[in-house]
């Protein structure tokens, strides 16, 4: 089980490279690449979510639906909409 400081140093990480596809995607008018880039953006929330669930005394989730409930456990229903949107457009 990854550590909460190990899971922000991943969120940065898939955040920049995310970022980074993202916006070449778009210059370049690569779909695939823009979707790439957007899937990391969304791996970097994952690993941002289980850092504060783990910051907040809960178990590190295993899945969207641990994860959910334990956003909304701890009062961060924000980040389940945010959740919820990011993993219904990706997939």
Do not use: N
């Not at 909460?4 to 995310?18: C, I, M, P, R, T």
């Not at 850092?51 to 590190?60: H, M």
């Not at 409930?69 to 959740?83: F, P, Q």
């Amino acid at each position: 089980m990854a550590k909460v400081k190990d899971h922000l140093k991943s969120a940065e990480e898939f955040y920049a490279l995310g970022t980074e596809e993202y916006e070449e995607g778009l210059r370049k008018g690569d779909t695939t690449r823009m979707r790439e880039g957007c899937e990391k953006i969304f791996h970097a929330y994952v690993e941002a979510a289980a850092a504060l669930v783990q910051k907040r005394g809960l178990p590190e989730p295993d899945s969207h639906g641990e994860r959910w409930e334990a956003l909304d456990k701890i009062g961060e229903r924000r980040l389940v909409e945010i959740g919820d949107f990011a993993f219904l457009y990706l997939h």
